[in-house]
T-cell receptor, first 113, second 113 residues
Framework: DGGITQSPKYLFRKEGQNVTLSCEQN?????MYWYRQDPGQGLRLIYY???????QKGDIAEGYSVSREKKESFPLTVTSAQKNPTAFYLC????????????FGPGTRLTVT | RKEVEQDPGPFNVPEGATVAFNCTYS??????FFWYRQDCRKEPKLLMS???SGNEDGRFTAQLNRASQYISLLIRDSKLSDSATYLC??????????????FGRGTQLTVWP
């Protein structure tokens, strides 16, 4: 089945540790995105990548880093510099065709204590 | 000004009711529009695209008014399973923001028996 996978579903970390969230897609989509969602709030864009080896900062990139070495994979690292890392993280992908509708993975709930 | 503004909600309606959600967007050059549905603690899922001529999918009708920069979603004959948060989504215009989705905060709908 084609789709987007994120792992793990739940992640717990101590403050001061970097953590990497996985996102893989087998939809042959060129574009991939990372969003953060906090309770009662909308999705906020962290980073996005339209093509392999290229990515752009979104609205809240500070404290995060990404890489796009393969078309299928777009891992997100939450660094210790991110002040409020506890959130629901969603990865999405889309084709580069005109409509750009995005499909989401199941998300990772990160809790940092 | 936010890119996308939605009705704050929440909407609590009985089964069988008709309910409408509204959304406005700020950038007149925006290209594409969608409604997504998000269940509690799950990822957003594409509900329907919104076309200039308006479109219908079963009990759901989406309308776009480019002159007023306004999008709507109408749900007829509400079902218990329609209870969710509905997200208005706008794709940025051509240029540096091509491919970026802008999400509204979402409108929560609860359908009661």
């Amino acid at each position: 089945d084609g789709g987007i996978t994120q792992s793990p579903k739940y992640l717990f970390r101590k403050e001061g540790q970097n953590v990497t969230l996985s996102c893989e897609q087998n939809l042959n989509h060129d574009a991939m995105y990372w969003y953060r969602q906090d309770p009662g709030q909308g999705l906020r864009l962290i980073y996005y990548s339209q093509i392999v080896n290229d990515f752009q900062k979104g609205d809240i990139a500070e404290g995060y880093s990404v890489s796009r070495e393969k078309k299928e994979s777009f891992p997100l690292t939450v660094t210790s510099a991110q002040k409020n890392p506890t959130a629901f993280y969603l990865c999405a992908s889309s084709t580069r065709l005109e409509n750009y509708e995005q499909y989401f993975g199941p998300g990772t709930r990160l809790t940092v204590t | 000004r936010k890119e996308v503004e939605q009705d704050p909600g929440p909407f609590n309606v009985p089964e069988g009711a008709t309910v409408a959600f509204n959304c406005t967007y700020s950038n007149s050059a925006s290209q594409s529009f969608f409604w997504y549905r998000q269940d509690c603690r799950k990822e957003p899922k594409l509900l329907m695209s919104v076309y200039s001529s308006g479109n219908e999918d079963g009990r759901f009708t989406a309308q776009l008014n480019r002159a007023s920069q306004y999008i709507s979603l109408l749900i007829r004959d509400s079902k218990l399973s329609d209870s969710a948060t509905y997200l208005c989504v706008v794709i940025g215009p051509r240029g540096s923001t091509l491919g970026r989705l802008y999400f509204g905060r979402g409108t929560q709908l609860t359908v009661w028996p």
